[in-house]
């Protein structure tokens, strides 16, 4: 596959059976579930570096 084709990414929701997809091409895509969360994005252009912090939220 060459990179201008991008590739498509399908997610189910298990409990409702609603579905969604997305193309992304020379990107990324985060997908957190449950207790988890993006609590952060840092992006240092001069090096093309992105730093995603992933984070756990506290059982209530």
Request: charged residues 25%; proline residues 2%; contains cysteine.
């Amino acid at each position: 596959m060459s990179d201008d084709q991008g590739t498509r990414v399908t997610c189910e929701d298990l409990d409702t059976g609603e579905s969604q997809s997305a193309v992304i091409a020379n990107d990324f895509l985060v997908i957190t579930d449950g207790n988890r969360y993006l609590d952060g994005v840092q992006h240092y252009p001069g090096t093309g570096t992105t730093i995603l912090t992933i984070k756990t939220r506290a059982e209530s």
